[in-house]
């Protein structure tokens, strides 16, 4: 089973420049969930997909991030106009919901990360 | 707002010897679930092991076991005899029982001298 893929590994881009994210999650994982991390700091939560609706986008910085995911299958991240601040790992990850003798028992799946570098 | 420290930026361990990464949290909520996640270099980060709060038992997976101390809102990880494979990132990581995001600590990297 292909586990989840994101595409590109890296990037590097001008400030200025726009950029576009990609991540496959696994098949018939329902749950899509994106995250950033900025050098040195913690994994900072951007937004969680179930199938094609946001569920929750608290995490997302500004209007300068769209993230969607026609057809709740792969989803995107773009960035326009990229600043210098973008610059960090951008990693995906997928679920689907489980319940084992009456508990939650949802575990995510994590991609490699897109490292993008805003020069 | 939840939040996770790991208060180790980087630690060393000698192969074959054991090693143990720290952190905290800070939560009030009172059933909840503490992960700890590996990322070696430019690979997926992948679940190394996985605790419930309302379990007292701490978690354990081969070579590697959790402290958890639900008063004192730590929740360690112990890796016995170290192996070469188990150098990466580290991340602490905490998710309300019913919620879907994780929250992330800022990592430790483990090193692995031969």
């Known amino acids: 089973e292909a586990g989840v893929t994101q595409f590109p590994s890296h990037s590097v881009i001008e400030k200025g420049q726009t950029v576009t994210l990609r991540c496959d999650p696994i098949s018939g994982h329902d749950n899509l969930y994106w995250y950033r991390r900025v050098m040195g700091k913690e994994i900072k939560f951007l937004l969680h997909?179930?199938?094609?609706?946001?569920?929750?986008e608290s995490g997302m910085p500004n209007n300068r991030f769209l993230a969607e995911r026609t057809g709740g299958t792969y989803s995107t991240l773009k960035v326009q106009p990229a600043e210098l601040e973008d610059s960090g790992v951008y990693f995906c990850?997928?679920?689907?919901?489980?319940?084992?003798?009456?508990?939650?028992?949802?575990?995510?799946?994590f991609g490699q990360g897109t490292r993008l570098t805003v020069v | 707002a939840q939040t996770v420290t790991q208060s180790q930026p980087e630690m060393s361990v000698q192969e074959a010897e054991t090693v143990t990464l720290s952190c905290t949290y800070d939560?009030?909520?009172?059933?909840?679930?503490l992960f700890w996640y590996k990322q070696p270099p430019s690979r997926q980060m992948i679940l190394v092991i996985r605790q419930e709060a309302y379990k007292q038992q701490n978690a354990t997976e081969n070579r590697f076991s959790v402290n958890f101390q639900k008063a004192a809102k730590s929740f360690s990880l112990k890796i016995s005899d170290s192996q070469l494979g188990d150098a990466a990132m580290y991340f602490c990581?905490?998710?309300?029982?019913?919620?879907?995001?994780?929250?992330f600590g800022a990592g430790t990297i483990l090193r692995v001298k031969s």
């Open positions: 990581a905490y998710r309300t029982k019913y919620g879907n995001k994780l929250v």
């Open positions: 997909f179930v199938k094609e609706s946001k569920q929750d």
């Open positions: 939560t009030s909520e009172s059933d909840y679930y």
């Open positions: 990850a997928s679920s689907q919901d489980h319940w084992r003798q009456g508990q939650p028992n949802t575990e995510a799946f």
